[in-house]
């Protein structure tokens, strides 16, 4: 099979959970004889060597053996992150499924190349989509309300005009509309979570979800980790992107309330909002215990993790299975996270690691000043890690595989 993979952003300059997706599985179906292109969206500063044809800026380069079509624009509007029709996308689409011709196109997220599967479903070019957050459904991406309270759907849009009258009322309907069409017109859409796919399926009741779980890396990792005694400083990590509904804010205030000298939190990652970020470095100032390690690659992960005793993931939002998550379960590292459904399918209370109510920052702190007490649970945490059995990346990959064969036949 030839099969073009579509992605909103992706590696070197971007590096969260969906990137990785795509890029294990783009490897996996290489692996296995499968042609395979990535096309993603870049911003103008990515594309330094880049070909213009109009408003439209793409180049192509390699990145650990995977080919990439990388495009952007040369005036790039405020709607890029949720328009679903742009002119010059759709010339540039056209000519790139003329170049590529792929036998299928697998989209790992629809924002920024969603163009791109209109034009491909205009050309008969069959498709899969996998969904890993709520833009096709949301304007805002992660169903939060305009009133900063969680969102169950769009319910057709009335709830938007309810819940978020800031938002343009037309938009939202030619938004819902278009993405409807093409969500059921893919050949299979996919969802990593049960929850997620609940949340589109009472929202487009005709559509009909897969779900695979997310594969779970395997390698020669080594915990270099011994059991931790009263007393014994314990180590807490934070990875990923640094945006508000993240809730890494609701972590370092909890943390900072935490009377216990035996414990340290290593911050990784960074954002793209100054104002936030200021507010994460402020907290390493503040407290000796706080540590800014900043942005990692993928080669980091091991080591940030054989460090870990604990990972915590306090996303105010529906958070669906990030990658820090099934990173620390595929080393047996303890997880404190958010009581909603996209963490807690992977997650159980006291068996594998320990939730707290939705940004309760007061639960958190007990949570965390629990783990400072009596290091030894999250000894009987990993004891209980070693009995979890997820799928492998390979195995997700073969899923996707046999979903991609389907499709085209």
Known sequence: M????????????YFSGTEKFVFNMATCMQKQGHKVTVATFAFKEHLKNSERDGNVLSERYMYYGIPVVSFGYKQVGDDVHYKV???????????????????IIHAGHLMRVFDILRVAKKRSIPYIVTLTDFWAICLKTI????????????????????????????????RLKETREVLL?????????????????????????????????????????????????????FGGTWLPHKGLHVLLEAFGNVKSQNMVLKVYGTGFDKEYNDLIYQSEKKDKRIQIKGVFCETDI??????A??????????????????????????????????LTEY??????????SLGNTGELQKVIERVGENPGILDIL????????????????????????????
């Open 85 to 103: 029709k742009n002119e010059d996308l759709e010339k540039f689409a056209t000519r790139l499924l003329s170049d590529e011709k792929p036998d």
């Open 309 to 342: 005793d604990c990972s915590v993931i306090p996303s105010i939002w529906w958070e669906n299975s990030p990658y820090m998550l099934t990173e620390a379960l595929a080393r047996n590292v303890p997880v404190i996270v958010t009581d909603v459904d996209g």
């Open 143 to 174: 169903l939060v309300n305009s009133e900063g309270e969680l969102c169950t759907g769009p319910k057709k849009g009335e709830a938007c005009l309810k819940n978020c009258p800031d938002l343009p009322k037309e938009l939202m309907q030619l």
């Open 2 to 13: 030839k099969i073009l993979y579509l992605i909103h952003q992706f590696y070197p300059y």
């Open 185 to 237: 017109g893919a050949k299979a859409v996919c969802s990593p979570t049960k929850f997620l796919a609940n949340i589109y399926v009472n929202e487009i009741p005709g559509l009909d979800i897969k779900v695979i779980a997310l594969g779970l890396r395997t390698g020669k990792f080594v915990p270099q980790r011994k059991n931790l005694e009263e007393g014994k400083c314990v180590t807490l990590i």
């Open 302 to 307: 091991d080591a940030i993790f054989n460090e």
């Open 347 to 356: 997650v159980k209370d006291n068996f594998n690691g320990l939730t707290f």
């Open 382 to 409: 990993r004891e209980n890690l070693n009995k979890y059995v997820g799928q492998t990346v390979e195995e997700e990959a073969y899923a996707y595989e046999k979903c991609l064969r389907e499709a085209i036949a």
